[in-house]
């Protein structure tokens, strides 16, 4: 059974290792301490637990008013599929729901989840700075 927790408090109980099944696939994933670090920061943050282990999380940025930003959306391999990152989703758009804004940037081959999430697509920038990683 999967239990969610969308208080920032509760991202104050994982400790750094309860990251590092997460950001298979990024081409440089972030140190254990920068992903901790991330979570913490958030000004949003919803967490899916499957019994003790974490197994997803969703954080966003926002300015408190009219814009936010979901920074990060992970879910651990073996749990994909379930439904877990749609809800951590619709838990942070329910957690900022007075705010005008939402957006993410996403690779193509996700954005199809995001769509689905109620999300639409527009133009974006940004840059990348993999050589401050790890």
């Known amino acids: 059974m999967i239990r969610y927790a969308s208080e920032a408090a509760s991202a104050a ?19 254990l301490d920068r992903r901790i670090a991330a979570l913490r920061g958030a000004d949003h943050v919803a967490l ?15 300015d408190g008013a009219l ?14 599929g379930r439904g877990i ?4 989703v619709r838990r942070i758009r329910d957690d900022i729901a007075d705010i005008y804004g939402l957006d993410v940037v996403c690779d193509d081959d996700v954005a199809g989840f995001y769509e689905r999430a109620g999300f639409h697509r527009v ?3 940004g840059v990348r700075r993999p050589d401050l990683l790890p």
């Open 13 to 31: 109980v994982l400790v750094a290792q309860d990251l590092a099944p997460f950001f298979e696939g990024w081409p440089v994933p972030p140190s």
């Open 48 to 62: 899916a637990f499957d019994g003790e282990s974490l197994v997803g999380f969703a954080t966003a940025l926002s």
């Open 67 to 80: 814009m936010s930003s979901l920074s990060l959306l992970e879910v651990v391999s073996s749990h994909r």
């Open 85 to 88: 990152g749609a809800e951590l």
């Open 123 to 125: 133009t974006g920038m």
